[in-house]
């Protein structure tokens, strides 16, 4: 597969440069003017963790301003002609609107509201027959694997006998890379045969893994257990074919012209991120990496994990349950043991980020849901369609 496409329309290229730089110009009066000093690691990125254009950011001395602008441009892209990028770009400057207005405190919106208002996803935690129907999966897969007692002494047992010992953690993880890369190429024909990436293990960190596109690096937290299947998660999740590939592609689209200029930055807590996400939780998927009855366990147990993201947020910061509560849950429900815990909690407390989780699983399914219905000889179409385009998870569902 090739990245040529059709031509950005001049007015579309017209509108995306000038809410770039509305965008840039947001981001730098949130830094300015941010006083949460948790979790540096988090704090560091502010609303734009990429910015791969050579846009100057508009300058702004008030979130009213912000806001009136902001307004402006949504009213504009009701003239672009193309109907799925008319949809994307009102949904996503309103997410941008409620954004500045929550950040502002001009709008008290209790934690649901914000999360639907933001990400434009489904607010409502998992319930429990909903995560019934996941450990019944889980536990059916690893009494294949042989293993005895309650699903929480198999998931142990399995994890035990998975695991990745943590001076190997690195060496394991560029060989996943170079095999992942040469499968995206192969099975989805981007041309990133020329993209690096080296993993480095971090510590005290509030995530699992994080892609540094700018970078070319991998950084995975050190202070967390792994398994051989969870690596392959991470790797197609952050790199091949996640974030890595995802923002490849877009940087040589709207190098070239092919998409809006927006394509190359990355913005928190927006329409867009539940897909960027998506894409990556998907990834194993997409490259067929999904092969094995350990990586059937981990496909189903990442699940578990990630509504349990979900359903913490929810419960700290809508039902208001205590940490000792969300902590035996996380337990409970998502097998963590007290580093995964504490990790968790930490990115739940960061008041950007706390909204942000539900990106993850919204993301998940938004993808999964149009991935799995189309048939085999489809398949390319759709990754055309969802890496050379803007999403939101509503604008996927428009493939057809």
Same mark, same amino acid.
């Given at each position: ?6 031509? !950005? ?6 509108? &995306? ?5 509305? !965008? ?13 000093? *948790? #979790?540096?690691?988090?704090? @560091? ?13 508009? =300058? ?37 609107? &409620? ?6 405190? @001009? ?9 639907? /208002? ?18 019944? $999966?889980?536990?059916?897969?690893? &009494? ?14 399995? #994890? #035990? ?9 690195? /060496?394991?993880? $560029? ?20 993209? @690096? ?9 509030? =995530? /699992? ?46 190098? &070239? ?47 578990? +994990? ?19 509560? !969300? +902590? ?44 799995? +219905?189309?048939?085999?000889? +489809? ?20 493939? *057809?």
């Amino acid at each position: 597969m090739s990245v040529s496409s059709k031509k !950005v329309t001049d007015l579309d290229l017209k509108l &995306s440069q000038e809410y770039v730089q509305i !965008v840039l110009g947001i981001d730098a009066f949130y830094r300015s003017s941010n006083q949460e000093s *948790s #979790e540096a690691e988090l704090a @560091k990125e502010g609303l734009v963790p990429i910015n791969l254009t050579n846009e100057y950011p508009r =300058y702004y001395s008030s979130w009213d301003g912000i806001i009136e602008d902001l307004n402006e441009i949504r009213i504009k892209y009701l003239n672009v002609n193309d109907e799925m990028r008319r949809n994307y770009m009102q949904q996503q400057v309103g997410s941008l609107i &409620s954004l500045a207005k929550w950040v502002a405190k @001009k709008d008290d919106y209790p934690f649901r509201e914000v999360v639907r /208002s933001l990400l434009y996803v489904n607010e409502n935690p998992l319930v429990q027959s909903e995560r019934d129907i996941l450990h019944h $999966k889980l536990n059916d897969l690893l &009494s294949r694997k042989g293993f005895k007692g309650s699903l929480a002494d198999k998931v142990q047992k399995w #994890e #035990e006998e998975q695991n990745v010992p943590s001076r190997e953690l690195e /060496s394991v993880l $560029k060989d996943l890379l170079a095999s992942a890369k040469e499968q995206v190429v192969k099975k989805m024909g981007f041309p990133i045969e020329d993209v @690096k990436v080296t993993p480095k293990a971090i510590y005290n960190v509030p =995530y /699992s893994a994080y892609c540094d596109y700018v970078n070319q690096s991998m950084y995975v937290n050190g202070d967390l257990r792994y398994t051989y299947a969870s690596l392959k998660h991470l790797v197609t999740h952050e790199s091949f074919p996640g974030h890595t590939t995802h923002m490849r592609v877009r940087e040589l689209l709207t190098n &070239s012209g092919d998409m809006p200029l927006d394509a190359a930055l990355v913005i928190t807590n927006t329409a867009s991120s539940s897909v960027f996400e998506g894409i990556g939780d998907n990834g194993a998927l997409f490259v067929d990496w999904v092969d094995s009855i350990d990586d059937e366990i981990y496909f189903v147990f990442q699940r578990i +994990r990630s509504i349990s993201g979900l359903n913490a947020a929810h419960m700290l910061h809508s039902e208001q349950k205590s940490e000792e509560e !969300v +902590r035996t849950f996380l337990k409970e429900f998502a097998f963590g043991d007290d580093n995964w815990i504490d990790s968790r909690l930490r990115f739940f407390n960061h008041s950007l980020r706390a909204p942000f989780i539900y990106a993850y699983w919204r993301g998940n399914q938004a993808v999964n849901e149009v991935y799995t +219905r189309i048939s085999p000889e +489809r398949k390319q179409d759709f990754f055309k369609y969802l890496y050379h385009n803007m999403h939101s998870a509503d604008t996927i569902k428009q493939f *057809s």
